[in-house]
């Protein structure tokens, strides 16, 4: 183990202490999902663009 790992507790931030169950990943890439869908949906009607003239 190295130094840091041991003034830091051995802990990164993508773990978590009991990690993520299979229901709340699959939770969680369903969200992912839906938000890349309402985002390309955004994106094809426009985006940030002016919406006057439309």
């Not at 802990?11 to 969200?31: F, K, L």
Request: net charge positive.
């Amino acid at each position: 183990m190295g130094l840091w790992s041991k003034l830091t507790g051995g802990q990164t931030a993508s773990t978590t202490p009991a990690g993520r169950t299979p229901r709340e990943r699959a939770r969680r890439a369903r969200d992912i999902e839906r938000a890349d869908a309402n985002t390309a949906n955004w994106l094809r009607r426009g985006g940030l663009a002016p919406r006057k003239g439309r």
